[in-house]
């Protein structure tokens, strides 16, 4: 998440030759975001930040303090870091918003797949959300259902976390209506009433 290690070969420059290998997030090395002077022909830059691309170049110089060019050795990305659980929000009988915070990942940078189920264990999926977002919005539910999310991030070489559950919400439960008959006994000390559940699942309290 926030380190990266590169390695070079010698080029049979013989063992104790000065190597100075920088690390930049930009491709032109300006400014840069680390630098390692060594002997060995390995380096690891520490402090980094999560899911960022970084270049790396490498030179030697030798006793008298001559230094070759630059020999470029590409580019590597750090891991994304696990998503935070947050709250859900924005409930409604049909539709949900599942949120997370991005512990230290890149805002509008990295990837989050996001999973909706009613199952606990997510062994059937009933929507999944990729977004660059902190959230992932959900509709179509069903009314008075209890809903689980999780939601995993990827980095910019493919690389996805583990899942973060995001615990559980139930959606809203429609008015009940006026029935065709509402009054169905009207007795001296009683009376009964009824009324229609306007689409709401059997199993609703009223």
Known sequence: ISSLAFQWNANSNPSGTLYVAELSSMVGFSPLSGSSST???TATFTGLVANTTYFVQVKTRN??????????????????????M?????????????????????????????????DSNFNLVNQTSITL???GD??????????YARVKA?????A???YTDLGSTVTLTNIPVTSVSTFTA???SSLAFQWNANSNPSGTLY
Request: charged content about 5%; overall charge negative; glycine content about 4%.
């Open 138 to 147: 959900f509709s179509s539910l069903s009314i008075n259902t209890t809903y």
């Open 39 to 41: 002997v060995l022909t």
């Open 86 to 118: 947050s709250a859900f929000t924005s409930v409604t009988t049909t539709s949900a918003r599942a949120n997370w915070t991005q512990n230290g990942n890149p805002a509008n940078q990295t990837a989050y797949t996001v999973d909706l189920s009613t």
């Open 154 to 158: 990827r980095n910019h070489a493919g």
């Open 133 to 135: 977002n902190a959230y």
């Open 186 to 188: 009207v007795n001296i």
């Open 160 to 162: 996805e976390t583990a």
């Open 63 to 84: 006793h008298a303090g001559t230094e070759t060019a630059y020999a470029t050795l590409g580019s590597s990305s750090t891991l994304a870091a696990l998503p935070v």
